[in-house]
């Protein structure tokens, strides 16, 4: 994760720490192939479902999260594709 914001730190076996606004932090895990194949509906329905899998987190506490958290976690994810 280059140039990654400072909300976001790499853990050493490669997950991401990702503070919260609140300060709370979430792990993320890196996803596999079959995560990104584990998911059904929506975009938004899998990207939720994908998030809770790899943050363990149930989708309603996903949903849950206030939008600038979600957008904090949403940069965490797409960090993951570099």
Do not use: H
Not at 30 to 51: C, F, H, M, W, Y
């Amino acid at each position: 994760m280059n140039d990654k914001p400072d909300f976001l730190t790499e853990n050493p076996d490669g997950s991401v720490a990702i503070t919260l606004r609140s300060g709370r932090v979430l792990t993320m895990r890196e996803p596999t192939v079959g995560d990104q194949l584990a998911t059904k509906g929506s975009n938004e329905e899998r990207e939720i479902a994908l998030v809770g899998n790899l943050c363990t987190m149930a989708p309603d506490e996903v949903r849950s999260l206030s939008l600038r958290d979600y957008r904090r976690v949403q940069a965490a994810l797409m960090g993951f594709q570099d």
